[in-house]
């Protein structure tokens, strides 16, 4: 009796852990869309900077539309921010519109997928570490010394590059990780001035305009790893 009742519960347990049979076919009966969400871990790819951290964190959503069998579009709209060291204020971010054809392929509960596409990104940098041209206005504080707050906003086009591998936990529920690169396509360059401090601590430091000290290049690649839950429909 007790064997006949523990070879019951085995059988249960394994018939609820036991995946479909069946292939996920995006673009199949079913299947022809997704939507999904994700968290996202970024790194900074390009010449370094002091002013942010080479890492940062992010969220995303998407829409997928597979007009044939294992090819379709995918519709991305992410956010990664980099952060740099609280008493220099520094702040980089990526807001990324981008559009995507991809290839998927399923075996059984798996599903892979690669893609190439192109997009938009609103990106931001802020900082107050530096002496910038473009605000020559200065802030003293006694304690931190000079601060000269600067930022650079603009759009550029960015081209992706991604792939991952998803595992179907639930009927066309996947959960899976891809990894991104992101080529920001921008040449934009802040330039450093000479700062001049006077004598008197109280009194604010003044900017040389017409000494550059360096340039910084605010927008850099980017390479992500992002992990996300995608429900076909």
């Known amino acids: 009796m007790l064997k ?6 085995v059988a249960a347990l394994v018939g609820i ?3 479909p049979a069946r292939a996920i076919e995006p673009g199949g009966p079913g299947r022809a869309h997704g939507a999904g969400v994700s968290a ?9 900077r002091d002013l942010a951290q080479d890492w940062g964190i992010g969220f995303g959503v998407h829409g997928a539309w597979f007009y044939r069998p294992h090819l379709g579009l995918r519709l991305e709209l992410d956010y990664d921010r980099f952060a740099g060291l609280r008493e220099t204020r520094t702040r980089l971010s990526y807001a990324t519109l981008g559009l995507m054809p ?29 002496a910038f041209s473009r605000d020559p206005v200065c802030e003293y504080d006694p304690t931190l010394g000079n601060r000269c707050p600067a930022s650079e906003a603009a759009l550029v086009p960015v081209g992706r590059a991604s792939g991952g591998v998803g595992y179907e936990v639930a009927r066309n529920v996947v959960v899976g990780a891809r990894f ?21 601590p109280n009194e604010k430091p003044s900017i040389v305009e017409d000494e550059v000290v360096s340039r910084i290049h605010p927008f850099d690649d980017t390479m992500h790893l992002v992990l996300g839950v995608e429900h076909f429909f």
């Open 40 to 48: 996202r871990a970024g790194m900074l790819v390009g010449e370094p």
């Open 17 to 19: 852990g036991a995946r």
């Open 4 to 9: 006949r009742l523990s070879a019951s519960l």
């Open 180 to 200: 991104e690169y992101d080529l920001v396509v921008s040449d934009r360059t802040v330039a450093e001035k000479r700062v001049t401090y006077p004598e008197d």
């Open 102 to 130: 991809v290839a998927a392929y399923g075996l059984g509960p798996w599903l892979a997928w690669a893609g190439v596409g192109a997009g938009v990104v609103i990106a931001h940098f802020r900082t107050n570490a530096l």
